[in-house]
Antibody
Framework: QVQLQESGPGLVKPSVTLSLTCSVS??????????WGWVRQPPGKGLEWIGS???????YYNPSLESRVTFSVDTTKNQFSLRLGSVTAADTAVYFC???????????????WGQGTLVTVSS | DIQMTQSPSTLSASVGDRVTITCRAS??????LAWYQQKPGKAPNVLIY???NLESGVPSRFSGSGFGTEFTLTISSLQPDDFATYYC?????????FGQGTRVEIK
């Protein structure tokens, strides 16, 4: 069973760049039927899609965050990463990495999630 | 962006009840809708994809229906493990968007 695990700092200062990595185990990130995404959830609030990346490096970002976000993929390490710049307290959230599957020829949906990691933005 | 609106926001029910949650999209998304269950401190877990397809391993008491702009998630007989928050998500148009969630509480 494929597993996803987020890693990164739990506390970052305002205005810096937040970096998180998602490690994929028991399966290959080099899949033609999967995308790899990030979703965040502020404490006590709902879910927000940040963006997704294909193993080739093609990226799809939420326009609300596109000016501050960069995704990358490392197929040799079976990992993909998120960088979010100029963070503020509003970026405090649990950040989930997730796999998106293409089924029946349709667009991809989230079918497997990491456990999530809480990132707090505070000085 | 496609706005996804769930109703109700909170639902109080008893074990054994039939429960229905509605999700409305601000424009047609065909059948590209998924439902997720989330328990406190845990990641979401997919229940339904493509509006009505039951994800493997999900109990058959969960079902989904709808097309276009109106969708429903039904739990035929609520079990103790089902008390959680449920989210719908459209994946027809970027940016993919979620509903605000429906919390199912014990009555």
């Amino acid at each position: 069973q494929v597993q996803l695990q987020e890693s990164g700092p739990g506390l970052v200062k305002p205005s810096v760049t937040l970096s998180l990595t998602c490690s994929v185990s028991r399966g290959s990130i080099r899949s033609t039927t999967h995308y790899w995404g990030w979703v965040r959830q502020p404490p006590g609030k709902g879910l927000e899609w940040i963006g997704s990346i294909f193993y080739t490096g093609s990226t799809y970002y939420n326009p609300s965050l596109e000016s501050r976000v960069t995704f990358s993929v490392d197929t040799t390490k079976n990992q993909f990463s998120l960088r979010l710049g100029s963070v503020t307290a509003a970026d405090t959230a649990v950040y989930f990495c997730a796999r998106q599957s293409v089924r029946e020829g349709g667009p991809p949906f989230f079918d497997l999630w990491g456990q999530g990691t809480l990132v707090t933005v505070s000085s | 962006d496609i706005q996804m609106t769930q109703s109700p926001s909170t639902l109080s029910a008893s074990v054994g009840d039939r429960v229905t949650i509605t999700c409305r999209a601000s424009q047609s998304i065909s059948t590209w809708l998924a439902w997720y269950q989330q328990k406190p401190g845990k990641a979401p877990n997919v229940l339904i994809y493509k509006a009505s397809n039951l994800e493997s391993g999900v109990p058959s008491r969960f079902s989904g229906s709808g097309f276009g702009t109106e969708f429903t998630l039904t739990i035929s007989s609520l079990q103790p493990d089902d008390f959680a928050t449920y989210y719908c998500q459209q994946y027809n148009y970027y940016p993919w968007t979620f509903g605000q969630g429906t919390r199912v509480e014990i009555k």
